[in-house]
């Protein structure tokens, strides 16, 4: 197969930086430019069989629907440059992400403190901002998600779970998606949901996860997990600001209609205070 090839196309095949149940991440250069990228190697026959065994249609759908989605063009979502196929395997080839995942960063430091967790998350704010104004939603934003350029800028990536929606109506989804630590109220109930709003809950969680390094919501089991999910049980610690706090509480809002806007988390004050050096 052409995963075990030292070439693919224009690009000089190299070692592998990531794995996945499915996939493979490996670093690739380009042979002319020398240009660094990432190429994704998906095992069709794998992921064939796992939708058969679960005979998921609704999913099946919605992925008919991803393959519609517009290509976005922001600095901090990671850039798509290709797709190639052969009858076994998908290669998808992106972005270089140098500076590696977020969530190893923070592992490293423990936290991050707020003015580098602002810094983060306006570039996170802009970049989903971004994508639901090109009518596409994510779906599974979470730290593992968020990578790094080699100037240390966020680059949203993995859009696997995410699909384009309809902008002219209130369009529900059913499909759920994502990891259970980010899901929001909504999505672990069962019941039809607003992509957008569901995004918002996942980014108030990585924002949590980015000052704490830990989810606001955990439990001994799913179900106690589920719970503090649905009671929004969590406490912010003593060194968040008021202004994070307040945030936090507009954006970990049980019920999807009354949670914040994203028009109006642009203009929140905590996201636009500007530090004196």
């Known amino acids: 197969m052409l995963a075990r090839k030292k070439v693919l196309g224009d690009y000089q095949v190299g070692k592998t930086i990531g794995q996945g149940a499915f996939s493979k991440v490996k670093i690739g250069v380009h042979k002319e430019t020398g240009q660094k990228v990432a190429i ?7 992921v064939a069989a796992k939708a058969e065994k679960a005979k998921k249609t609704q999913e099946d759908r919605e992925k008919k629907d991803q393959q519609k989605q517009r290509p976005l063009d922001h600095p901090n979502v990671i ?16 972005e270089y992400a140098q500076g590696g995942e977020l969530i190893e960063y923070i ?16 570039q996170i704010v802009s970049a989903m901002d971004h994508c639901h104004m090109a009518n596409v939603v994510h779906r599974d934003l979470k730290l593992e998600n968020l990578l790094m350029n080699g100037e240390r800028n966020i680059l949203i990536s993995d859009f696997g779970l995410g699909r384009t929606y309809r902008s002219d ?31 918002i809950w996942a980014m108030g969680v990585v924002l949590f996860v980015m000052m704490t390094g830990r989810p606001p919501f955990s439990g001994d089991s799913i179900s106690a997990l589920y719970n503090k999910i649905k009671a929004v049980d969590y406490q912010c610690p003593e060194y968040f600001s ?8 507009k954006i970990l809002v049980k019920d999807p209609k009354q949670r914040i806007e994203m028009s109006a988390m642009r203009e929140d004050p905590w996201l636009n205070y500007e530090e004196i050096e």
């Open 242 to 249: 008021q202004g994070l706090c307040a945030l936090l509480a």
């Open 79 to 94: 850039r798509l440059y290709q797709v190639m196929e052969t009858e076994d395997e998908c290669f998808v080839v992106m």
């Open 169 to 199: 109506q209130e369009e529900l989804l059913k499909t759920f998606c994502g990891t259970p630590n980010y899901a929001a109220v909504e999505l672990i109930s069962g019941i039809p949901y607003i992509g957008v709003k569901s995004d």
């Open 107 to 122: 592992a490293a430091r423990g936290h991050l403190n707020e003015k580098e967790a602002r810094r983060y998350f306006r």
């Open 40 to 46: 994704k190697i998906i095992d069709k026959k794998q």
